[in-house]
């Protein structure tokens, strides 16, 4: 796990979440064939957050992309910047549904959530091309049912963090340091 998704994680946890970084779905040979990928290896989800109290489900994207350009809104429509594969889950359906069933069946199997969960599609950014992309983002992330978090939301967590009782954590005791008044 990456720092970005360790800070990610660390937020979630703290609305109350349990957090797995690093999930492997572990597709069958049929559910391979499905999604167009007959030898891909086991698919790989940044963060799942459950919360159990409302049988809610996170699949939690996590881009930093702190020394880059940022996340482009392009993206989403298909192909973008030369890079179709880099947001898979958002715009393939067929994948998404595969990937989502096989999830919620390993989940449930193992005992870590209820049956049904309601599964919710999430996009972390640390950085977006502009607010043009953050608007036309946040904008279609509703349309979708998704939820997409960029950062200013990463902003206002962090700045709650000095609020809370003393947490052994890298990001909280920073945050403490630098936002303390």
Request: charged letters at 30%.
């Amino acid at each position: 796990m990456d720092a970005f998704e360790n800070l990610v994680a660390m937020l979630l946890e703290r609305e109350g979440y349990w957090v797995r970084s690093g999930v492997k779905v572990e597709l069958s040979k049929e559910e391979k064939r499905q999604i167009g990928r007959p030898s891909s290896p086991r698919w790989e989800l940044d963060i799942v957050a459950y919360k159990g109290n409302d049988n809610s489900l996170l699949v939690v994207e996590c881009k930093s992309f702190l020394d880059s350009r940022g996340v482009d809104a392009s993206a989403f429509a298909g192909a973008a910047d030369g890079r179709p594969d880099r947001y898979k889950l958002f715009t393939d359906s067929v994948l998404r549904r595969v990937v989502f069933h096989r999830l919620e069946t390993q989940l449930v199997d193992a005992g870590f959530c209820s049956p049904s969960p309601k599964i919710t599609l999430c996009l972390v950014a640390g950085r977006v091309a502009s607010e043009q992309h953050r608007d036309l983002l946040k904008q279609h992330f509703k349309n979708k049912g998704w939820q997409f978090w960029d950062d200013e939301w990463l902003r206002d967590s962090l700045h709650e963090l000095p609020k809370s009782g003393y947490e052994n954590n890298v990001s909280t005791v920073v945050a403490k340091i630098l936002l303390r008044k």
